[in-house]
C-alpha cells in the first residue's frame, strides 16, 4: 500500500493535523479521515493495530506483505507526534530506510522527518527518525532507559533472526523500557515468548494482530517448462512485472543476457525507458551491460551491484518500465516494488556453509514480493522444476498414453552431489508457517563502549544485558565470558580507564572513535609494532586495518588467479616441470602484506581472547593494492575483471575508510596517512554518491520563495578531496611510463602513439629507469596550478640521478568532471624543462 502522496501527487500535510489535546479519539479520527481523503480504506487488520497503538499498548503486526503495515507505522508515527514523543523507524538495509524517510518527509514535512545512518545524516534532530536497526541499538545502549526514545517502529522483524545482524533488533527490547514497540514483518512465526518479555519489560499490554489473508490473493505454480518457455509464457498471459530470483548473481546476470533475444518489450516500452533513463551516467564494465539490458526492457537486481544501479532498476521498475528483473533474493527486503508474478528458478540456496533447502521464512519471504495493493488484484509465484524433471515431463508427454512407450522413457535423475528440490517439497513450502525466531545476542567491542560512555556503573548495565536478554542460559554464561575478556582487551589497549567501579574512555581520544570489528583492539595494538620511520608506514596502517576486515572473497581470489597467473609463466620461463609448478603453485595467493609479523603478535593476543578462532585475523591488500597501481575504481575493476562484484568491492573499501577514519589513535597518524585516508573517501563517493546527493538536496528541503534554487553538489567543490584524485591519476601515468607502456599512455591523452613513443624513446635516452616509490609518489613532485575552469598538472618524474628534468603534463577539466560526476583528466605529453 503506497502511502507517499494523495491521490494528486501533492504531499499531505498530516503532520499539521494533529489536535492539540492530543486525545487518541480525536486523534484516530484525523488519521482515518487523512487515509480516506486519499482513497484508503483500512483493513481489519490495520484498524485492530492501530485501536491498540492508540490505547497505548505494545503491537506485534504479523500479517503478510500487502496488507498496509506502512500505513499502521504512519498511524503510529502520528501518535508519537501528538503526544511528544521522539520515534523511530528501522529498517534492515540504508535502500529500505531512505524509501522511508522519503514518504515521511512528504506525508509529515521535512522539518519533522530526519534520517541517520552510518555514512550520513539528515535532520538529525527532528521528531522522526529512520534508520538501520544498527543505529538504533547503539542509540539504546548508549542512553539505556534514559535516551530519547518514546516510540520505537521496527520494520522486518524477522532479521531478529539473522546470524550476523539479529543483536541489533534485540537490544532496543532490551534496554528502551521506556519505549513503545511496533514490530512488523510478514513471516513472523510463533511470537508468544515476545508477548510476555515486552510486556514483562515496558509495563504496556502486548497485542498480536494477525492475519493470513491477503488483500492481493496468491496463487502458487510448479512449472514443468524450460525456463525461458515459462517467462515467454508469463509475460505472454499478461503476468508481467516478472521477478526471475535465482541464487546466484552469475546465473541472473546470465538469464538477464538471455532475455535479449526476445521480444520483451516494444518499440514504445523502449523508448519510454530510454527517456526515463535521461542522463544516467553508465560506468564502463558491468554499467554498460545493464545500460544495454535495461533498455532492451530487462533488469537486473543483486548485491554485487553498485547502489545506483539497483536504485535505478528499483525506480525504472516502480515506474512500471521492466517487465522482467532477474535477480537474486536480494529485493525480497521490503523494497516497495510492483511485482505481479515471482518466478523462483530453485528452492536451494547456498548459505555460506553449505547448498541446503530454502526454509519456510525465505520462501515466503521472497513469494510474499508477489502480487501488491494498488498495483495487482492477484499475484502469482511460480517455482521452477529441476531441469532433469523437466526433461523426465517431456519425454513422458511425448510417449503419451501408450503405456510400452512410457515404460521405456529413460527417467533422468539429479546430477550427483547437487542437491535437488520436488513438488512435494513445494507444496510443503506453501502450507508451512515461518519458523520461529531464534535469538543471536553477541557482544562486542563496540557494544561494551557504547555502554561506557552511557555513564552510570557499566558493569551493572552490562550484566542485566548479557543476563536478562533472549538467550538460554548457557549461552548467557558465554556472553559474559567474552565481555570480561572484550573489557580487559580494552583496559589493556589504553581505551578506557578503571577507577573502583567508575569506567570512562580515555581523554585522548580522537572525534567519532569507533572500535568496530572483532579484532579492532588487536590493531591498536598492532600499530604499535610499526617503524614510523620507514617510508611505507602509511600502507602499514592500511595492512594492519585491512587484516582486521572480512575478506571481499571474489576480490583476493581474482588476486589470487593473477598471482598463480604471473607465477606459472615464471616456472616456464625456468624451466621447472608441470608436477613440480602444480605443487608451488598451492603456495601462491594473494598478497599479504605484514603477514609474518601480524600472525606472530596474532599469535600472542589469542591467549587473552581464546574465543578468536585461529582465522580470525586475515592479512590482504586491496586497499593498498588500489593505492599501490594507482588506479581508480573503474580501472581496478576492469583489472581484475570484478564487473560482477563491484558492488561488493565498494562496500569493503567504503568499510576500510570508515576503519581507518575512526579505529587509528591520533598517536598514530601522520599526513601521510591523513592524505590516504582522504584519498580513499574520495574514490568512495566518486564511485557511487547516489543516496548522498539525494541526502544533500534534503538539507533544505524548502528554500524561501525569495531563496535562489540550490545547485547541485559539484563533483569538484571538495577541492582537497579533487587534489587526491589528480595526484593519484597522476601516479598512474608514471607507473605506465615506467612500464612503457604506450597503450595504457594513450587513454585520456591528447597524444598519439607516435608522439609517447618519441619522448619516451628521448626521456630513456637520459635515464636508465623511472623510480615508483614513496618518495616518487609525494606531493612535492607534483604541481597544480588552479584556474576557474581547469587546472593545469604536473608530475615531475623521479629519476636515479635526481635531476627531476622530466614531466608529465596534463589538466583537469572542471565542467566536464562535473557533468561525468568523476575525473576528467587530459594528459597532454611528457616533456623535458
Known amino acids: 500500500m503506497t502511502v507517499s502522496s494523495g491521490p494528486t501527487g501533492a504531499p499531505s500535510a498530516l503532520g499539521d493535523q494533529i489536535p492539540a489535546d492530543a486525545d487518541p479519539d480525536a486523534l484516530l479520527e484525523v488519521f482515518t479521515g487523512w487515509a480516506a481523503e486519499r482513497g484508503l480504506t483500512l483493513y481489519p487488520a490495520q484498524t485492530d493495530a492501530l485501536l491498540e497503538l492508540f490505547t497505548d499498548a505494545n503491537v506485534i503486526l504479523a500479517t503478510p506483505t500487502g496488507t498496509g503495515k506502512s500505513l499502521v507505522a504512519v498511524g503510529a508515527h502520528l501518535l508519537a507526534l501528538a503526544q511528544?514523543?521522539?520515534?523511530?523507524?528501522?529498517?534492515?538495509?540504508?535502500?529500505?530506510?531512505?524509501?522511508?524517510?522519503?514518504?515521511?518527509?512528504?506525508?509529515?514535512?521535512?522539518?519533522?522527518?530526519?534520517?541517520?545512518?552510518?555514512?550520513?545524516?539528515?535532520?538529525?534532530?527532528?521528531?522522526?527518525?529512520?534508520?538501520?536497526?544498527?543505529?538504533?541499538?547503539?542509540?539504546?545502549?548508549?542512553?539505556?532507559?534514559?535516551?530519547?526514545?518514546?516510540?520505537?517502529?521496527?520494520?522486518?522483524?524477522?532479521?531478529?533472526?539473522?546470524?550476523?545482524?539479529?543483536?541489533?533488533?534485540?537490544?532496543?527490547?532490551?534496554?528502551?523500557?521506556?519505549?513503545?514497540?511496533?514490530?512488523?514483518?510478514?513471516?513472523?512465526?510463533?511470537?508468544?515468548?515476545?508477548?510476555?518479555?515486552?510486556?514483562?519489560?515496558?509495563?504496556?499490554?502486548?497485542?498480536?494482530?494477525?492475519?493470513?489473508?491477503?488483500?492481493?490473493?496468491?496463487?502458487?505454480?510448479?512449472?514443468?517448462?524450460?525456463?525461458?518457455?515459462?517467462?515467454?509464457?508469463?509475460?505472454?498471459?499478461?503476468?508481467?512485472?516478472?521477478?526471475?530470483?535465482?541464487?546466484?548473481?552469475?546465473?541472473?546476470?546470465?538469464?538477464?543476457?538471455?532475455?535479449?533475444?526476445?521480444?520483451?518489450?516494444?518499440?514504445?516500452?523502449?523508448?519510454?525507458?530510454?527517456?526515463?533513463?535521461?542522463?544516467?551516467?553508465?560506468?564502463?564494465?558491468?554499467?554498460?551491460?545493464?545500460?544495454?539490458?535495461?533498455?532492451?526492457?530487462?533488469?537486473?537486481?543483486?548485491?554485487?551491484?553498485?547502489?545506483?544501479?539497483?536504485?535505478?532498476?528499483?525506480?525504472?521498475?516502480?515506474?512500471?518500465?521492466?517487465?522482467?528483473?532477474?535477480?537474486?533474493?536480494?529485493?525480497?527486503?521490503?523494497?516497495?516494488?510492483?511485482?505481479?508474478?515471482?518466478?523462483?528458478?530453485?528452492?536451494?540456496?547456498?548459505?555460506?556453509?553449505?547448498?541446503?533447502?530454502?526454509?519456510?521464512?525465505?520462501?515466503?519471504?521472497?513469494?510474499?514480493?508477489?502480487g501488491r495493493a494498488g498495483y495487482d488484484t492477484a499475484g502469482t509465484v511460480v517455482v521452477q522444476a529441476p531441469e532433469h524433471t523437466v526433461e523426465n515431463h517431456k519425454a513422458l508427454a511425448k510417449a503419451g498414453d501408450d503405456p510400452k512407450k512410457r515404460r521405456k522413457v529413460q527417467r533422468k535423475k539429479a546430477p550427483d552431489g547437487q542437491v535437488s528440490w520436488t513438488e512435494e517439497a513445494f507444496d510443503r513450502l506453501v502450507a508451512a508457517e515461518p519458523e520461529p525466531l531464534v535469538s543471536r545476542m553477541r557482544v562486542t567491542h563496540a557494544m561494551l563502549l557504547d555502554v561506557i560512555s552511557r555513564g552510570g556503573d557499566p558493569f551493572e548495565s552490562m550484566r542485566r544485558l548479557l543476563r536478562d536478554n533472549h538467550e538460554d542460559p548457557r549461552s548467557q554464561v558465554r556472553l559474559v565470558r567474552r565481555a570480561v575478556a572484550a573489557y580487559r582487551s580494552l583496559l589493556d589497549a589504553g581505551v578506557v580507564v578503571q577507577d573502583g567501579r567508575m569506567v570512562r574512555l580515555v581523554d585522548d581520544l580522537q572525534l567519532g572513535f569507533a572500535l568496530n570489528q572483532p579484532l579492532s583492539t588487536f590493531a591498536l595494538a598492532a600499530f604499535d609494532l610499526l617503524d614510523r620511520e620507514v617510508p611505507t608506514y602509511a600502507l602499514d596502517v592500511v595492512s594492519v586495518v585491512e587484516a582486521t576486515l572480512e575478506d571481499p572473497r571474489p576480490v583476493v581470489m581474482a588476486q589470487q588467479h593473477l598471482a598463480r597467473g604471473e607465477a606459472v609463466a615464471a616456472l616456464k620461463a625456468d624451466g621447472v616441470d608441470y608436477d613440480e609448478r602444480m605443487e608451488l603453485l598451492e603456495e601462491v595467493t594473494w598478497p599479504k602484506p605484514l603477514e609474518e609479523v601480524l600472525e606472530h603478535a596474532y599469535?600472542?593476543?589469542?591467549?587473552?581472547?581464546?574465543?578468536?578462532?585461529?582465522?580470525?585475523?586475515?592479512?590482504?591488500?586491496?586497499?593498498?593494492?588500489?593505492?599501490?597501481?594507482?588506479?581508480?575504481?573503474?580501472?581496478?575493476?576492469?583489472?581484475?575483471?570484478?564487473?560482477?562484484?563491484?558492488?561488493?568491492?565498494?562496500?569493503?573499501?567504503?568499510?576500510?575508510?570508515?576503519?581507518?577514519?575512526?579505529?587509528?589513535?591520533?598517536?598514530?597518524?601522520?599526513?601521510?596517512?591523513?592524505?590516504?585516508?582522504?584519498w580513499l573517501g574520495a574514490v568512495v563517493r566518486q564511485t557511487d554518491s547516489s543516496l548522498l546527493d539525494e541526502w544533500e538536496a534534503l538539507t533544505n528541503p524548502e528554500p524561501s520563495v525569495e531563496a535562489a534554487p540550490r545547485p547541485p553538489a559539484r563533483f569538484t567543490a571538495d577541492e582537497r578531496a579533487l587534489t587526491r584524485l589528480v595526484r593519484n591519476a597522476m601516479f598512474r601515468r608514471v607507473l605506465l611510463v615506467a612500464a612503457d607502456d604506450v597503450d595504457g599512455l594513450l587513454?585520456?591523452?591528447?597524444?598519439?602513439?607516435?608522439?609517447?613513443?618519441?619522448?619516451?624513446?628521448?626521456?630513456?635516452?637520459?635515464?636508465?629507469?623511472?623510480?615508483?616509490?614513496?618518495?616518487?609518489?609525494?606531493?612535492?613532485?607534483?604541481?597544480?596550478?588552479?584556474?576557474?575552469?581547469?587546472?593545469?598538472?604536473?608530475?615531475?618524474?623521479?629519476?636515479?640521478?635526481?635531476d627531476h628534468d622530466w614531466r608529465i603534463t596534463a589538466t583537469v577539466d572542471l565542467a566536464a568532471s562535473d557533468a561525468e560526476e568523476e575525473l576528467v583528466l587530459d594528459v597532454t605529453g611528457l616533456v623535458a624543462i
Open 84 to 370: 511528544g514523543r521522539r520515534t523511530y523507524y528501522t529498517a534492515p538495509i540504508k535502500a529500505l530506510v531512505s524509501e522511508k524517510f522519503f514518504d515521511l518527509v512528504a506525508i509529515f514535512g521535512a522539518e519533522r522527518v530526519g534520517m541517520v545512518t552510518g555514512d550520513a545524516s539528515v535532520n538529525a534532530d527532528a521528531p522522526i527518525i529512520c534508520c538501520t536497526a544498527e543505529i538504533l541499538a547503539r542509540v539504546a545502549l548508549r542512553g539505556g532507559a534514559d535516551a530519547d526514545v518514546g516510540q520505537v517502529v521496527m520494520d522486518e522483524f524477522h532479521f531478529y533472526a539473522d546470524p550476523d545482524r539479529g543483536w541489533a533488533w534485540q537490544v532496543p527490547l532490551l534496554e528502551l523500557p521506556q519505549a513503545q514497540f511496533l514490530l512488523m514483518s510478514a513471516t513472523l512465526g510463533d511470537v508468544t515468548p515476545f508477548v510476555a518479555d515486552l510486556t514483562r519489560r515496558t509495563g504496556r499490554e502486548t497485542t498480536v494482530v494477525a492475519s493470513a489473508e491477503r488483500p492481493v490473493p496468491l496463487t502458487f505454480e510448479w512449472a514443468l517448462t524450460p525456463l525461458h518457455e515459462t517467462i515467454e509464457e508469463l509475460l505472454g498471459t499478461h503476468q508481467a512485472p516478472v521477478y526471475v530470483v535465482h541464487f546466484t548473481q552469475a546465473a541472473a546476470l546470465q538469464q538477464a543476457q538471455a532475455l535479449t533475444s526476445a521480444n520483451v518489450a516494444t518499440r514504445e516500452e523502449r523508448d519510454a525507458i530510454a527517456e526515463a533513463i535521461g542522463g544516467f551516467r553508465f560506468s564502463p564494465g558491468f554499467g554498460r551491460t545493464l545500460s544495454r539490458l535495461l533498455r532492451h526492457g530487462v533488469g537486473v537486481h543483486h548485491a554485487g551491484m553498485l547502489p545506483k544501479y539497483r536504485r535505478l532498476v528499483e525506480q525504472l521498475t516502480q515506474q512500471g518500465l521492466l517487465k522482467v528483473v532477474c535477480g537474486t533474493d536480494t529485493l525480497g527486503v521490503g523494497i516497495n516494488v510492483p511485482i505481479r508474478t515471482v518466478l523462483l528458478t530453485g528452492l536451494v540456496k547456498f548459505d555460506g556453509r553449505r547448498t541446503r533447502l530454502l526454509n519456510a521464512r525465505e520462501f515466503h519471504q521472497i513469494s510474499g514480493r508477489a
Open 747 to 802: 587513454e585520456s591523452s591528447t597524444w598519439s602513439r607516435e608522439e609517447w613513443d618519441a619522448a619516451l624513446e628521448a626521456y630513456y635516452a637520459e635515464h636508465d629507469s623511472v623510480l615508483t616509490g614513496p618518495d616518487a609518489r609525494g606531493p612535492h613532485l607534483v604541481i597544480v596550478e588552479r584556474e576557474p575552469t581547469s587546472w593545469r598538472v604536473q608530475q615531475i618524474l623521479d629519476d636515479p640521478a635526481g
Open 603 to 678: 599469535g600472542l593476543y589469542r591467549h587473552s581472547h581464546p574465543w578468536l578462532g585461529e582465522d580470525a585475523l586475515s592479512p590482504k591488500s586491496v586497499v593498498r593494492d588500489l593505492y599501490e597501481r594507482a588506479m581508480n575504481f573503474t580501472e581496478y575493476v576492469s583489472f581484475y575483471g570484478l564487473s560482477r562484484s563491484e558492488g561488493l568491492l565498494l562496500r569493503y573499501l567504503a568499510d576500510a575508510f570508515r576503519e581507518l577514519r575512526q579505529t587509528v589513535p591520533e598517536a598514530a597518524r601522520t599526513p601521510e596517512v591523513d592524505d590516504l585516508v582522504e
